[in-house]
Nanobody, 125 residues
Framework: QVQLVESGGGLVQAGGSLRLSCAAS????????MGWFRQAPGKEREFVAA????????YYADSVRGRFTISRDNAKNTGWLQMNSLKPEDTAVYYC??????????????????WGQGTQVTVSS
């Protein structure tokens, strides 16, 4: 098993930046593909970004591509989501998640086995 703890959320003005962190403990972090999802009030939890276990490949939702960057450092058991040019529609609770190394279904929340508790991101206009 792996335990995930997010941090770095907060309130930011539109156009600003935030960097979310995901600290992993338990089983070796490099055993897992890591993803970020978000959930706004009244909406389904949606895919934001994912990165393969080695960090060699990353994937993004169309809504964040070019603005967000996912990264990881397996030696530090930590992953990050750098969010730039934030928009009010980015407001949500952001979750870090982990799953097996397969790349099939990376955008589906149902394929992720481990989840953090979430961190709130609020972007004011």
């Amino acid at each position: 098993q792996v335990q995930l703890v997010e941090s770095g959320g907060g309130l930011v003005q539109a156009g600003g930046s935030l960097r979310l962190s995901c600290a992993a403990s338990g089983r070796t972090f490099s055993s897992y593909t890591m993803g970020w999802f978000r959930q706004a009030p009244g909406k389904e939890r949606e895919f934001v970004a994912a990165i393969t276990w080695s960090g060699g490949n990353s994937y993004y939702a169309d809504s964040v591509r070019g603005r967000f960057t996912i990264s990881r450092d397996n030696a530090k058991n930590t992953g990050w989501l750098q969010m730039n040019s934030l928009k009010p529609e980015d407001t949500a609770v952001y979750y870090c998640a982990a799953r097996d190394r397969a790349v099939v279904g990376l955008q589906s929340r149902w394929t992720y086995k481990y989840w953090g508790q979430g961190t709130q991101v609020t972007v004011s206009s």
